[in-house]
């Protein structure tokens, strides 16, 4: 199934949407204008985005609203991924190099700052109060998420990852969903169901992200497989694995040989059951998005919605 699909009902919102996304990069000073272009353009899915506008979809529909707000989202998203691959020393972001490897550390950090103040300049052109303030609460939690992973290296509590992930990922499909919703002005139970949509598909996202970095392939990930791994973040076919009584002698030799202690954990997360476990953790996240928009009106946007929660754990890039 392609992600594509999911996108008809807004197709030619989302054109308007690359276009503000694109002129990000042409409203910036001259000396930046390639780095932002860079970052912005040939990659994602833009599955963000497109949650926005779909959810907007089931009441009030302004488009000029709403591709604003879907702009923001995708640009606060990107803003993120060159700070986390400045974080990580990442070399390769969506299948080229990324801002960091081909610019530096410290254009990287300022050029991620540049994309989160655009990324607020865009949610401002809505002049909805409760957005602006859920976008801010949202990168405040990707700050707390990422902060936590980086506390928390090498670290294999269960409960944790899921926390982590939440603030890290999830609560940027929460708030593209809920915006939506709140733009349209529909009744609060609905932009309630929304947001949960949002949050239960970016866990599942996230999972499947993770089994990926595992049994991916470098070229359709548009990074190195097993890259989380090698920075000390311990997601969650590791944590399964690290639960089993049988990981005792790989906790040995993480203990004291790190780097050996890495090879053998990809490679017993490789060849173990852990990966189907994360598969059906990941399922049941994505079945309960579908089951927080059941009372929603049947449309075209529910059934691209519903579609999308059986995409994610589907996806191998």
Known sequence: MSVAWTYDPVKSDMAAVEEKIAGVARQAPAEIAEQLRHALEGGGKRVRPALTLLAGKFKRYNAGLMTSMAAGVEVLHTATLV???TIDNAAVRRGKMSIKQRWGN???VLIGDYLFASSA?????????????????????????????SINAFGWDRE??????????ACLF???????????????ESIQALGEYGQNIGMSFQIVDDILDFVGQKEALG?????????????LPVILLLERPASARVKEVLS??????????????RTSSVIDECYEIAQQFSSRA???IERLPRNAAHECLTSLAAYVTERRS
């Open 83 to 85: 700070h986390d691959d």
């Open 106 to 108: 410290s254009n990287a």
């Open 121 to 149: 300049g865009l949610v401002a052109e809505t002049r909805n109060i409760r957005v602006i303030k859920l976008f801010a609460r949202t990168l405040m939690s990707i700050c707390s998420g990422e902060l936590q992973e």
């Open 160 to 169: 944790r990852y899921f926390q982590t992930i939440s603030d890290k990922t």
């Open 174 to 188: 929460a708030a593209s969903t809920e915006s939506g919703a709140v733009l349209a002005g529909l009744p609060e």
């Open 223 to 235: 990074k190195p497989v097993t890259s989380d791994l090698a920075q000390g973040v311990f997601t």
């Open 256 to 269: 004291g040989d790190r780097q050996e202690g890495i090879r053998l954990l990809t490679e017993m997360v």
């Open 290 to 292: 579908s089951a927080a």
